[in-house]
């Protein structure tokens, strides 16, 4: 049984916060990863484990203050047997054995709760190790732990559990994304949606991966990622799919030919500068009820110093035509994004606008204006809501 199912459990969710790689096993509440001291004077790593009783997600009792270890006799710094530590075969599992038992009672009512008890023999144990290297540690992080098989995260997401906004983010589950184009602004929205729960993220782009696209993207790509010139989409699905599992790639460009691909989804974010090509996709969204948002940037140089204006256009089922009209047609003569300028501050800050109202859309935040058309000028930075009277 993996940890995840229990985290409503406040002692073992402490725990997994904290950094502590644990599981429930065979009836055990089993510890990993604790660094100890070898009667050689080495530093090791075993595990704690007891019995424990579970009622549907929640540790209702254990045996007493006893506590068992798996590895060799636990030490102190200088190699001697620490003091508690008695020889005591105890079998967890197939394949899993403690060959030692732990017993060092705090006062006659033993420990208050269970993260008491874990966390005492941890430090009795570990901080004979961290004596002789200050670099071990017994709670190595979200990557060690086991995550629930209906998690769409490849690893625990501890800052949702750590805010108590669990609720809140199961809103989440069960919404398909896909994102159509990642040459600046898409690559923001994917970083920002890859970190939610939702199901899927298709990501939608036939263009390569280029040194101008690496300069206005997230994170940093490597030289030999660019020499290689991999397609957009595919390149931040194999990034982005390290921390989310729902991430695929659709490596050609939308036309009224496979416009299918987009069946199933519950949202669409548009980030293509391919502005001809939208009005076809927006066709198919009306026709199909999907709501979308469309993302716009027009930025000019006057004068040696660039200005323009950002956009964010929501379309939802019975509102489309006030997004409709206000989604501009091309128009590259007056606009020089086209030229490559490196703007990788409005793309972040176009992506966040649009994924500040897709949460609002799905009641993640509060919202009270409920608008469609957002914009920020850049010479006055004003963030204006044309819905507002």
Known sequence: MSSAPLVRDPDLSRLLDDGYEVVVQAGHLIVR??????????????????????????????????????????????????????????????????????????????????????????????????ALDKTVTATPGAAWQEVDDNSPFVYRDTATSRAGLAAVHRRFRGH???????????????????????????????????NHNAFRAPGAASLETLRERPNKAAYFASVYSRMHRGVAAYEHYLDEDNLEVLSGATFVFLASDDAPSKATIMDWLEAHDVPFIDVGMGVE??????????????????????????????????????????????????????????????????????????????ITNEIANEDLP
Request: contains cysteine; aromatic residues 8%.
């Open 301 to 378: 140089e006057i004068d040696g110093r660039l200005t323009g204006l950002l956009r964010v256009s929501t379309s939802l089922p019975g509102r489309r035509s006030q997004a409709r009209r206000r989604i501009p047609p091309p128009a590259p003569e007056h606009d020089d994004y086209g030229r490559n300028i490196q703007t990788s501050d409005l793309n972040a800050l176009n992506a966040l606008l649009a994924v500040g109202r897709w949460k609002r859309h799905l009641g993640i935040y509060s919202d009270v204006t409920d608008e469609s058309f957002t914009t920020y000028s850049l």
């Open 33 to 130: 990863h604790i660094p100890y001291v070898t009667e050689a004077g080495t530093v090791q790593h075993g595990f704690l484990a007891y019995p424990v009783i579970i009622s549907g997600d929640r540790v209702v009792s254990d045996t007493d203050h006893r506590i068992w270890f798996g590895g060799s006799a636990p030490c102190d710094e200088h190699g001697r047997r620490l003091p508690m530590v008695a020889p005591e075969v105890r079998v967890i599992a197939d394949g899993i054995q403690a060959d030692f038992m732990l017993s060092s009672k705090p006062g006659p009512s033993g420990y208050p709760d269970q993260y008491t008890k874990v966390t005492a023999y941890t430090r009795m144990i570990a901080d004979q190790a961290q």
């Open 176 to 210: 398909r994304v896909a994102i159509i184009g990642l040459g600046g602004t898409g690559g923001y929205i994917l970083d920002q949606v890859a970190k939610s729960e939702v199901e899927s993220i298709l990501l939608i782009d036939g263009d390569h991966f280029d």
